[in-house]
């Protein structure tokens, strides 16, 4: 009797840790897991592809668990991969979607014609993968980094501006106010356009954009033209120790627009922008 007395013992010990155990891993389970990697290339399907005009769509990939998520700063990017006529080739984007969304990735590209990435993904059809590895960049951003963003995008470069200004629109206790000038050719090229009026209109003490055309329409009440340095200096915070601005866009703008900062009395951008820099390129 003693003995079997002490095998049962044993076999309650053995069935709580195996029940601890079971636990922890239900519980474990319903985390997140951050799938990127900085130093490996990993391959996503390709899952749905929402084509916004002509040349730009959303494209949509999948993560690998339908709880998996891209584990991605905010502020930061990715680099895509493809080999293209025999060589392999990486370009950097900035996903719109952020941790939230729980099982897929989203990318905002533009096709350019001769741009071998994004000619590259326009082709993709749905089930077709891209190899992907991050995160990339100097920019991570949190809440309470400034009180004032001054923010200058371009086409696509509205990408990380959005993912910054959607992350602290989201925190009730973020009081960091953006201004976002967001130059485009002609009205049917502004990206997202419902997106950021919707959250404009929302959270009007946190964010005012402000949007410029070359082609601008028959009654167009916004600005006109190349974004000038009137431009910043009437939309943009002045330069101070709480301000940052940030920039995205075609490599011509983002070098106007240094330009325009430096002579505006913004600490001058250098050549590669780290997060303590007053004036960030992208």
Known sequence: MVGTAIVKFEWIGYAVA?????AVFKVYRGFPRKVLK????????????????HNTAIYRFALPGENDILGLPIGQHVSIAATIDGKEIARSYTPISSDLNKGYFELLIKSYPTGNISKYIAN????QTIKVKGPKGHFKYSSGLVKHFGMIAGGTGITPMLQIIKAILRNGDDRTVCDLIFANVNEDDILLREDLDELAESEKERLRVHYVLNNPPEGWNGGV???TADMIKAWC????PDVKILICGPPPMVSAMKNHCKA???EPAKPVSKLDHQVFCF
């Open 18 to 22: 195996l029940a601890l155990t079971l």
């Open 38 to 53: 900085p130093d490996v290339f990993q391959e996503f399907q390709l899952k749905e592809k929402t084509e916004l005009n």
């Open 124 to 127: 993709l059809k749905i089930g």
């Open 225 to 227: 033209g190349f974004v």
């Open 237 to 240: 915070p002045a330069p101070a």
């Open 264 to 266: 505006l009395g913004y």
